[in-house]
Each structure stands twice: as C-alpha cells, then as structure tokens.
C-alpha cells in the first residue's frame, strides 16, 4: 500500500499540470469547432429544406400528371367540365387540405380548354386565360411551371403548375393546372437560422429575393434585409448563388465576416440561402471559452485537495478493486494472498480474464463462420435460376438488384432492371393495386396477384410474395419472389371454357334434365329445357317436390309414385311415359329415364332424371291412328264402289237403252234424262269416293264455273241458318276452266261450311262472286305467286268473326282449326290449298279479327267447252265379231248383251268365272273377244285371264274394273289384256272400247 501512496504523491504535480493545459488548449480551439460544427448544421439543414420543398413539389406536379392521365379527364364535352373535374377530386388525393408539413396549399385548380377559356373547380368560376404565356407553352405539350406571383383574391405568394393533357395531332392541347398558395412555406423559411442574428432567404432563378420579404416580390426588397446584411454584400450573394447549385460564399463587409450556405431546389431552379454572422456565431464560443477558464482555474484547488486525499486512501479502493476481482474470477482459483502482493492477485485475474476473451473470441468467430454460411446460402438462393427474385427500395420502388432468373423473365439484363422503377414492370394502375392489397387481405393471402409486362412487351400473370422491409446499407428494402402463374391462369380459363361448354350442353340439351333429392323428393337443379318444356321460372321448380310437377292423371301421379318407389329400390327407369303438368295446367305426355346416385358409402343421395317431350309424337300418333281410319274407310269405299258401279251400270246403261227406245213422247224423254244425268253424277260420287280412298289422279274437264256453284249453293241452302242471308254475284260468262267439277263443289261447300260457323252465333252475309279476270304485269304485284295472264276468279266472303294475323298464318297447317275438336270436319283450308294447287291456281286470304274473311281463289281460263250429251245409237261403231260377255252380276250380263247385240255382235254371257273358263275350254276358237269383270267371287278377272291366256295366246280381253290401278299396264300386257272399260260405262264407252280392240288385233 506504501508504494501506491507515493506514486499517487508524485503524480500530483503532472496531473494538476496536465489538467491546466487541457483547459487551456479546450479553449484555443472551441472557436473552431463551433464554427466547424455550425458549417457542418447548415448545409444539413439547408439540404433536408430543400429536399421538402422539392418533393412536396413534385407531389403536386405528379398528381396533376396522373389527373390529366384518368380517362375521364380526355371527354371534350365543356357542359360536362364542372361534373368530371370534381369527380376527379374524388378520385385523387387532391384537396384543401395542406401539402404537409410545407403548408402549401391548392388555391385554385380546373382545366384550361384549347381556346383558353378555363373552369375552376374550387371556386366554380369561369376563367379567361388565352392570354397566359405560360398557358400558350403548355398547350403546346410542355409541361410549365410559372414564376412566383402574388394572388388577387388572398395577397398571397402562389405559383402555377400546367399540365397538358394529350389531344389530337397539330392541336393546341387542353390543360390541367393547380395555382399553390405556399405563402406558408415562406414562412417557414424565414425561421430557418443556426444562430440568433442569421437569417434565411429564397432566391428565384432570376435572382429576385422572396424571403423574408414577400408582400411584393417586385419590389426592392434590399431595404429590408439592410440591417442584417448590406445591400451590395446581397447582390454579391445572389450573383454567387446563380452561378452553382449548391456551396459556401465567404462575404466580409466592414470588417464583419459573414458565412453563406446555399442549395438548389431543382424541379424550379430557385436557391435556398442560409445567412450566419461569425461574430455573433462565435460570440457564444467566446463566452464559454472565458467560462471554461474559470472554471479551470477553480478546478486545481479541489483536485489537488482530492489527489491528496486519493493517495491518502488509495490502499481501500485498491482492496475494495481486489474484492471485485475475486467476484468476477472464477470460484476455483486460488491467489496467494498478501504475500504476493496486489499487483500478482491482479495478475492472476487478468490472465483469467485474458482466457475468457479468447474463448469468446473463438465463439464469436465460430458465429461468424456458421453468419457467412448462412449468407453464402442465401447467395445461392437468390442466384437459384428457377426462382424469380429482386431487390427493391421501399421508399422509392426502385429495383436495388436482380438474379439471372429475373433478368431470363423479364427479359432485360441484370443492369438494366437494377436502373428500373417496379412501377416499369408492373402494369396495374395505383386505383387497381389498391384493390388487389385489400383483396389479398380479406382473402388473407400472403402474396398479389400481379400483372407484368416484359421487355418484348408480353403481359403476363404472375404472384408476387415479399418480405417486410428491413434496413441494409443505409436503406430499407424488401425482397420479392416472382412466380409466373400465365399457364395457371390459361389453365384456369380452359377450365372455365370447359365448365362453360358443358354446363351450357347441360342447360340447353335437346332433353330436359332433373336432379332429384333422395331424401324429400326436392328438385335440387333443372335444366333450362326443363323450364321451356314445363313453361315455369326456376324459382318455381328448384326447392320444390318434383310430385306438384306430375298431371293428375292415372299416368301422371300414380305412375310417378311407382317410378320413384322403384329408383328407391336402386333400379333405373327407362323411357316410362308419362303426364307432367304444364305451368297453364295442361297435362304434356313426356318420356322419363333415370337412375339413382350413390356416394362413396353406396348410400342413394339423389335421382337424376332426363325427359323427353312426347306431345308431339302423341299427336302424331293421333294423325296416324286417323290416317290409319281413313285409309279403312279408302279401302271400304273402294269396295263399295265396286258394287255401287254395277247398280250404276245397270242403271244408266238401262236409261240409255230406253232412251233409245222413246222418239216421240217428250215427257218420258226428260224424265229418262234426269235418270241419265243423276246417274252420271252419281258415278262422279262414286269416282271421287275411289280417288279419296285410293288417291286416283283425277281427270281434268272444261267446265264453266256458274252453273257448278249456282247448283252448289242450292243443294246448300237447306244446311244454311235463316240468320245468315246468301248473296250471288256471277258474271253471265265468266269463261271456262280446266278443271273436276267435283272437287269445286268440294271446294265450294267447305267454304261455305267455314262462312257458316264464322257467322252462326249472329248472323252475317254469305256473298258468292265469280268473274273473269286479266292479270297483267302491274297488277302482278298483288299476287306474287300468279304469273300475268286470263283467270277466273271466286270470292267467298263472309261477315262473321275474322281471323287474326296469327290465325291466318296456321290457317293452311293440316287438322289446325278454330273449332272445338269434337266439331272439327278434317284437313280444311289445307285440303282446299291442295286442290288449287292440282288446278293450277292459288288461294288467297284475307281477314281481320271482327271484319269478317274474304278467300279469294284464282282458276287459270281456258277457251271451249266439251259436249258430254249422249249420242244416238247409230252414230256408235258396231261390228260381228263373237264376244265372251262374264261378270257375277247377273243384271249387268243382261245389260251388256243387250248394248253388244245392238251393235251387231254375237254375244255369250256367264256370270260365273269357272263356266266362263269351262266354255272356252270347250270352244277356244268360237269366240273373237273377252269381255270380263275384274272382281268376281271364287275367281278373278286377272287370274282368269291368264288361264284363258295359257289356252290361246292370242285372244284378246277386255277388263272391266271400278279402279284402273288395280293392275299395272306391264301386268296387263303379259296376260294379253288390250284395255279397260271402267264401270260403269256406257254405250259409247262400250262400242268405241270394243272396236278400238278389235280393230288393231
């Protein structure tokens, strides 16, 4: 302990001395680190003022760009200026509020037009500006910012910012422009200072001072800076200041130093300047130098008061410093106590101490290797050329670094993309990444779905993940991993397609499709064939039992009970017919098939259903169940033609004989005649009867049209309700047509039945008209489908209900009619158009619902009419020759033999085939002709014609038949039949058939 009290005794004197000159030289040099330290403050602060304003300008301009960039902002109509410039305010952050923390302001904004009237949208006033230079610059497509003015309205500084908006070529442009108050940020200006007496000022590129004074920019403000710095020092100054951007001027004025800090504002080129008087810099530096001189010299006297009294006690700290040491060391070692001293148990601990460093020393460098490795790793993570990833400054978005990956994708070079903005490779507005930030937050994604364009200006989808920003190098930055999703995303769509494709195969296939609920018969889901079949909206089938779907019918619910009962069961249906309910309450006939769905459990979830609309196969079936009847009663009316034909011959052929019997008596003359004419006509009865059971073509004849329709209308006249008054208009001689006159009374009568029920609850007139009508090549217009020439014309018209446009257009359709079903009388209108068109002519309608209907028909004229009145028995050819006379009925035998012998023939008659035969067996060369019925009992004409042939070859017979088309000619040819003599013919027919035969053997 005695050795460190003398040390401490003699270092005293050193550190009293030491001390003194510390102070001393502390106070040669404080000036200057003051001062040092003031030009180090200065331009720091001048550079973070500067920076504001610049951004804080910038800002405005910007916003004024992306404004004059939203599409509503190019719409040309000046009415609608006021709405889309405040719904731009909406869409931007533009308002009144401060451009913090600079305090500028938006005193004025709107939009200048090519002429240079201009709206402003804070004030909603109209403006003048053509004559602004500065306008007519940013017309021209430049964007201007205008020198610093004082505003009109609130005598403050301002300053204009014109953006133009992109127009037609060779067009003044329009422009968007924002007047900014930045009196405020003058202001602000002027409390920039680093010592009481400087002061701060704003020096426009023109050199004009605008702080601190700012009531009149022009005026000469030198005055008022005079008693902080003469006027000329000021002139010296701005010169300085014009020359460079950013420096320290050195003025001394009067023996008084002045310093000079100055920077730039680039985005206007104005100088901010930042004056400091080094007296009154230093004023302060002085003052503590003298302070700190005292305090000095009052120091000594305590410190030597105290290094007496430390060396005094020096011996307690250094045990009090051994107690600690023992604290510190470890437990197990062991010092040598007091006869070692206090420098070697220091010793000892220190060389402990020295171990423990460089075991941390080894730790912290093992830390170190495994901190490189983990680096090298993440390296090669980032190099990793499948991973896409960049580096990005989260202040400014620009891309920091790039791995090849990258710069493979996008398309650019590593270089390249570190020069680039992520807002290049992005392609979605600000509005649009605002949505996608909140989207991916309610969807708690932790990546964006992104679009970016390449260098070949391909746009492709990508998904965007990157880490939270973190300090590195003096910036903060974050790292983005990029996956191309395109092919995801055309995956995507494909299955969209996909989904599309089949769910509209689903909705619109040709059958109507139900998915059933197992569980309560609910119809889970229907197809949009479904709903058109049915007639109902969706909402009124989904969710309801698929029960209320089925007729009450017995092949409606009954049935649907069975069927479900069955898919219950878990067997399919197929094609059970059965009745659905219509949404108007009609019952529909459909074909049902389904099967059962079942679950990974094999458990029945639902019934899928498909249907089929059979209401029109039904009523095909109905049409063909008719057609099957009328093709009965054909047949059944061919056979009773064949007998009524014979009753016929008998008849007429009888009328003729007697007919030729009677020269004088007039009376019995007539009255044969009547029997005569009935009997033609009811053998064109009995012809038509044959032509509508087994669709013979039917013979045209030159007939006039006004004795048919006279006779028609007669026969009708008893059928025709007294209600209803019946009107003739027939032209004396309308001329004649080529036609059977069968099928006009046909025509005629259903006409005239459909006039009749148009008028039978009222009453009405029924007016027939024929007349002869010219049809030239101006009139052809009305009547498309006759071509220019002669025709007759017959106009049924009535005055009963009318039909409507809808009506008319079905009108023609086959068993369509506008009656109830238990009164309808057949194929109608259709059957009239079919005979019209046979004759060559049309058929035209015209009606309006209330107004009655007009039908009017068009027969082609033809010239000459033919003489069908018998002729006497000496005008006939007759012969000699013997005839074979066989047919079964016994009456027509008689009359046939009695016809042929008139005519001077030989004649045999059989009324049965096998006599017929037998006789010719026995006698083949007594006979010259074979007469005989094609329909006989037991064995008929054909066949008896060819046993006939097989006797003698070349006899020749005639076949008498109701039907020419029983047999084919090329079948008549091989059985050696020469012709046919239809029933019931008459004694012309007879001779001229005979001797045409005979004569051409």
Not at 31 to 59: F, S
Not at 886 to 906: F, H
Request: hydrophobic share 40%; aromatic share 6%.
């Amino acid at each position: 302990m005695k050795m460190f009290f003398k040390i401490s005794l003699l270092s005293l004197i050193p550190v009293a001395a030491t001390v003194a000159a510390i102070v001393w030289l502390n106070h040669q040099h404080y000036a200057n680190i003051v001062q040092e330290q003031a030009g180090k403050q200065a331009p720091a602060l001048l550079q973070r003022y500067t920076e504001l304003i610049q951004e804080a300008l910038q800002g405005a301009a910007n916003e004024l760009r992306i404004m004059a960039q939203t599409p509503i902002i190019h719409q040309e109509n000046p009415d609608e200026t006021p709405l889309y410039l405040k719904q731009i305010l909406k869409r931007t952050r533009t308002d009144r509020k401060q451009i913090k923390p600079t305090g500028i302001t938006w005193e004025s904004f709107g939009l200048i037009e090519s002429d240079g009237t201009a709206y402003d949208a804070l004030t909603d006033q109209q403006l003048d500006l053509a004559q602004t230079p500065y306008w007519s610059k940013a017309a021209k497509g430049t964007q201007v910012i205008s020198p610093l003015q004082i505003s009109a309205a609130s005598r403050q500084p301002t300053m204009t910012i014109l953006v133009p908006i992109k127009g037609a070529p060779n067009k003044p442009h329009r422009v968007l422009y924002g007047v900014l108050n930045i009196g405020k940020m003058l202001d602000m200006i002027k409390k920039i200072k680093v010592e009481p007496e400087g002061f701060s000022l704003l020096v426009n590129k023109d050199g004009d001072i605008f702080a601190p004074a700012v009531s009149n920019p022009k005026a000469n403000i030198f005055s008022q800076l005079s008693k902080a710095l003469p006027a000329d020092s000021l002139g010296t100054l701005v010169q300085g200041m014009r020359n460079q951007q950013r420096g320290q001027l050195n003025i001394r004025q009067n023996d008084i130093s002045y310093l000079a800090y100055f920077d730039t504002i680039p985005l206007v080129q104005w100088h901010l300047a930042m004056v400091i008087k080094q007296t009154s810099l230093l004023s302060a530096a002085y003052r503590l130098q003298r302070y700190n001189l005292i305090i000095a010299i009052c120091a000594v006297i305590p410190i030597l008061c105290l290094s007496y009294l430390l060396t005094r006690w020096l011996a307690r700290p250094i045990r009090q410093l051994m107690a600690s040491f023992r604290n510190i060391g470890p437990s197990h070692l062991k010092l040598q106590g007091q006869s070692r001293g206090e420098l070697s148990e220091i010793s000892d601990i220190f060389n402990w101490l020295i171990a423990r460093v460089k075991s941390e020393k080894s730790k912290r460098l093992k830390k170190q290797k495994a901190l490189s490795e983990a680096e090298q790793m993440i390296k090669q993570l980032f190099e990793n050329p499948s991973t896409i990833m960049y580096v990005v400054d989260s202040k400014t978005l620009k891309i920091v670094d790039a791995n090849n990956a990258a710069a493979q994708f996008y398309g650019y070079s590593r270089q390249k993309l570190s020069q680039m903005d992520i807002t290049d490779l992005n392609t979605l507005s600000e509005s649009e990444m605002q949505k996608e930030i909140k989207l991916a937050g309610r969807e708690n994604r932790d990546y964006l779905n992104l679009k970016h364009r390449g260098a070949n200006g391909q746009i492709r989808a990508v998904e965007v993940r990157s880490t939270p920003p973190f300090p590195m190098k003096n910036k903060e930055i974050y790292i983005s991993i990029v996956r191309d999703i395109s092919k995801l995303r055309r995956t995507e769509q494909a299955l969209k397609n996909c989904e599309w494709r089949y769910r509209n195969l689903y909705e619109y296939a040709p059958n109507a499709f139900f998915s059933i609920s197992a569980e309560d018969n609910t119809i889970l889901r229907c197809n949009y064939t479904a709903l058109q079949m049915l007639g109902y909206n969706r909402k009124d089938i989904v969710g309801h039992s698929i029960m209320a779907l089925f007729a009450d019918t017995p092949n409606g619910m009954p049935v649907a009970q069975e069927v479900l009962k069955n898919l219950r069961s878990g067997e399919s249906i197929n094609k059970v017919e059965m009745q659905l309910k219509h949404e108007d309450g009609t019952a529909l006939w459909a074909g049902i098939s389904g099967k059962p769905i079942t679950d990974n459990e094999v458990n029945i979830i639902e019934f899928r259903l498909a249907a089929v609309n059979l209401s029109e196969l039904k009523r095909l079936e109905s049409r063909l169940h008719q057609a099957e009847k009328m093709e009965a009663i054909g047949t059944l009316a061919s056979g009773l033609a064949h007998d009524f034909n014979n009753k016929l011959g008998v008849m007429i052929g009888c009328a003729e004989m007697a007919m030729m019997d009677t020269t004088k008596d007039m009376m019995i003359r007539h009255n044969i005649g009547e029997v005569l004419k009935a009997g033609r006509d009811a053998k064109a009865i009995v012809q038509q009867l044959l032509e509508f059971g087994l669709k013979k073509k039917t013979e045209m004849e030159s007939i006039q049209l006004g004795p048919i329709i006279k006779e028609t209308l007669k026969m009708l006249r008893s059928t025709i309700p007294k209600s209803i008054e019946v009107l003739q208009n027939i032209e004396p001689d309308p001329g004649a047509i080529l036609a059977d006159r069968h099928q006009i009374q046909q025509i005629l009568i259903n006409l005239c039945n459909n006039a009749i029920v148009a008028m039978q609850e009222k009453g009405g007139i029924l007016e027939v008209s024929v007349r002869n009508l010219d049809i030239s090549n101006e009139v052809a217009g009305a009547y498309p489908e006759l071509d220019p020439g002669s025709y007759v014309k017959v106009m049924v018209e009535d005055s009963g209900v009318g039909m409507d446009t809808r009506t008319i257009d079905r009108a023609f359709e086959p068993y369509f009619t506008t009656r109830k079903k238990d009164k309808a009388l057949g194929l109608g209108l259709a059957l009239v158009r079919g005979i019209m068109k046979s004759h060559g002519g049309i058929i035209a309608v015209d009606s309006k619902p209330g107004q009655g209907t007009k039908i009017e028909l068009f027969f082609p004229r033809v010239d000459g009419i033919l003489n069908l009145a018998p002729v006497s028995i000496e005008q006939q050819p007759k012969g000699r020759e013997r005839i074979l006379l066989v047919d079964d009925e016994p009456s027509l035998v008689d009359l046939g033999k009695q016809m042929l012998k008139r005519l001077g023939y030989q004649v045999t008659g059989k009324t049965s085939a096998f006599e017929a035969l037998e006789e010719f067996q026995t006698h083949p060369q007594a006979f010259d002709l074979i007469i005989t019925d094609m329909t006989m009992p037991k064995m008929t004409g054909e066949l008896l014609s060819r046993k006939m042939q097989h006797i003698r070859s070349e006899i020749p017979i005639i076949l008498c038949s109701g039907y020419s088309d029983r047999i084919s000619e090329k079948k008549a040819e091989a059985i050696g039949i020469k012709a046919f003599l239809m029933k019931p013919f008459d004694i012309k027919m007879l001779s001229e058939t005979v001797r045409s035969v005979l004569d051409n053997i």
